[in-house]
């Protein structure tokens, strides 16, 4: 009985030639990134997105030596526990912080935002009832 012989798979490109040596090739570099290319957007105050709030913090950023730069905006959840989106200095992302442990940390810098957000709120429901008639 004769041995069959094996034949040895061959590697055919794209055209359909035989590929006598494997080659590989790297992919190509990705770009790099500059720090415009990292900022997502520019923070503003009073303009929340409800849907993408960032989680509350195990360590907040007052335990971990962070000071505050401004007080951008103040939520709810729907257990009606109240929360201040701040952002601190040298964080890029502002964090949620409860009404409760705010008022003991920067007391003084919640009036003048407090006073903002009335006026802000006031301004936009001016706007929807022009809108409106």
């Known amino acids: 009985m004769e041995s069959a012989a094996r034949k040895r798979k061959t590697l055919v490109s794209q055209n359909n030639k035989p590929v006598t040596k ?9 770009a790099t990134f500059t720090l415009l290319q990292t900022v997502k957007k520019p923070l503003k105050k009073f303009s929340s997105d ?9 360590v907040d950023a007052f335990e971990r030596g962070y000071e505050v730069e401004s007080i951008l905006d103040m939520v ?18 502002p964090e949620l912080v409860p009404l409760e442990l705010a008022l003991e940390r920067v007391p003084h810098l919640l009036s003048a935002f407090y006073q903002e957000y009335v006026q802000a709120w006031q301004k936009l429901e001016q706007q929807q009832k022009d809108v409106s008639h």
Request: aromatic share 14%; no cysteine.
């Open 22 to 30: 494997r080659t590989f090739t790297l992919p190509a570099k990705p």
């Open 50 to 58: 409800l849907l993408n709030l960032p989680e509350i913090p195990a």
């Open 76 to 93: 709810q959840n729907i257990y009606k526990e109240q929360f201040l989106l701040i952002k601190f200095k040298d964080l890029y992302e």
